[in-house]
């Protein structure tokens, strides 16, 4: 099999990333992964896309699980011998009138958001084959909670040299500070999705850089992007956009042609590359 291509969406059994799977199913030519924590929830997306005459195909995903992540990364490389596109969808938001306390929204949603997604990054990158592509979905969210940083923190998010390392160190003081109740005179804004995108639009920055330096001739792309206010469980019934629209900035990252030498280690919105 490992000379089909294959395509992986995280969290893709409703909103977003179900709209990904259905446009990758109708554009890309290879093997389409949808992919949920609940097998049963999985199976009846998957259904549902079989009855529009589409053929995606299940695994098991919960990127808040190391072995879950392992799990599917030993499944793509001893089927596939890799895998082609990765799209990073699966996030989570607290509703802005949840009563939660703060620093435990704050635990959870990095937890996440940033951390869930960096361990997926961490286990499958290294399986990216040559001309690969890589969309983490981020959010304009991390471009406003940026503003809302002290110029210190700002500095350190934007800088061309921040390792991965310091960018962990980072989200893991945001999560301290909010339990000391610190956050905000430590300079954070009070939006716990808000840093936990700025953790992924950083990060791809980042992976990009160290593709650059280690794969180069690899031509793999890696990029974030916003897919904009869509109409989902998370953003609720008045955002603008429908799925499939919050679909087409992650999908083109997605489908970028083989001979394309970027975007890469961009952030995107609506197709276009936003300043960071």
Known sequence: MSNVPVAVVTGSNKG?????????CKQFQGDVYL???DPSRGQEAVAKL???GLRPLFH???IDDLQSIRALRDFLKQKYGGLNVLVNN????FKVRDTTPFAIQAEVT???NFFGTRNVCTELLPLMKPYGKVVNVSSMASSSALGGCSQELQQKFRSDTITEDELVELMTKFVEDTKKSVHEKEGWPNTA???SKIGVTVLS???ARMLNEKRKGDHILLNACCPGWVRTDMAGPQATKSPDEGAETPVYLALLPSDADGPHGQFLSNKTIRSW
């Open 50 to 52: 079989q009855e529009e």
């Open 35 to 37: 992919t949920a924590r």
């Open 193 to 195: 999705y808000g840093v």
């Open 205 to 207: 920055r980042i992976q």
């Open 90 to 93: 699966a996030g989570i938001a």
């Open 60 to 62: 098991q995903l919960d």
């Open 16 to 24: 977003i990333g179900f709209a990904i799977v259905r446009a990758l």
């Open 110 to 112: 990095l937890k996440t």
